[in-house]
């Protein structure tokens, strides 16, 4: 696929598998190129000098919580410690909202099929920002139209000048808007995005912005939702922090993934379920996969590469 221009052929990372007395936790690391700061060669010395430090008896969540720099080891340290101490909960999240990509017929049968979240409604996800603003404006419609219990969130990656994203919003009757959950990072800039909320009354929500300097989570007019990314947030303590800033602020906190592994979507289905209960996670992503890893994602066809097809890199 392409990630922010570049070409990703494979997914590449690392699973880390702890044991103490008769409990075994797993993490994944995996920075995800173009979004991740620290390469892979980065993380696996930071992981591998921590799981030094852990097997000497440095407790792990306090080693990974020092990774503020490298999110993706941070986060990956400290779900296996999670795992092991017992603290992530083994009830998963039951849905994620589908990504809208490919033949219409096809995704209306598949939206159709989706069962609604607490309230009833329907939550999808439609990229928006990679072609004509105006095309994007059409499909957002018809696809509201067809289906009145569907619910978009909208993701630009900050793509549109504030030109293309009135001309987006001109193609969306104002009737319709209130059903655009949110778009994530419309504009280039957070004060253009925060100027497009006001002006065409459409929610929206950070997520590069996140994961910027200095970001603090506060309540802004026609801010709705942060869209947390924990790979590339980091360890789950900050996660937690983040999610319950959020809450405090008045804003909803999705939990979504950065195309992990089926064994990383699992646990950040397991920290959506306990973390943020109402919320669907945005976590379809595994179909761009040839295979699952380790563990199962509920109903995926997928083969299984299991534990001891794994390339082991170190052991204690
Ligand atoms: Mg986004």
Redesign the pocket.
């Known amino acids: 696929m392409v990630l922010r221009n570049q070409r990703l052929k494979s997914r590449d990372g690392l699973l880390v598998q702890l044991w103490q007395d008769d409990q075994i936790g797993w993490g994944e690391v995996a920075p995800l190129p173009g979004f991740s700061q620290e390469s892979l060669e980065q993380a696996q010395q930071a992981t591998l000098h921590a799981l030094a430090q852990w097997s000497q008896g440095a407790s792990l969540s306090a080693v990974a919580s020092a990774f503020s720099a490298l999110p993706s080891v941070a986060f990956g340290l400290s779900m296996a410690d999670a795992e092991l101490r017992r603290q992530l909960p083994a009830e998963v999240s039951l849905h994620s909202a589908p990504l809208c990509h490919g033949d219409p017929d096809e995704l209306y049968s598949r939206l159709g099929a989706l069962p609604g979240d607490g309230n009833g409604n329907k939550v999808a996800k439609v990229k928006v920002g990679l072609y004509e603003a105006v095309g994007d404006g059409l499909n957002v419609t018809m696809l509201l139209e067809a289906l009145p219990d569907l619910h978009l969130r909208l ?1 630009a ?1 900050r793509s549109w000048a504030p030109a293309k994203a009135a001309a987006f919003a001109r193609y969306v009757a104002p009737e319709l808007r209130s059903r655009i959950a949110f778009i ?2 419309p504009c280039t800039t957070r004060e253009q995005s925060l100027e497009f909320a006001r002006d065409t009354g459409i929610a929206i929500a950070w ?2 912005s996140v994961r910027e300097k200095g970001f603090e989570v506060h309540a802004e007019p026609g801010l709705v939702a942060i ?1 947390i990314k924990p790979t590339l947030i980091g360890s789950l303590t900050r996660c937690r922090e983040l999610i319950a800033q959020s809450h405090r602020a008045g804003l909803v906190a999705v939990i ?1 993934s950065s195309i992990e592994s089926s064994l990383g979507l699992n646990q950040l289905a397991r920290m959506a379920a306990w973390l943020t209960p109402d919320v669907v996670p945005g976590l379809d992503t595994l179909d761009l996969m040839q295979a699952q890893l380790v563990r199962r994602w509920p109903d995926s066809p997928l083969p299984l590469i299991a534990e001891d097809q794994l390339e082991p890199i170190w052991h204690a």
């Open positions: 993701d990656n994530e990072e997520d590069e869209i979504s």
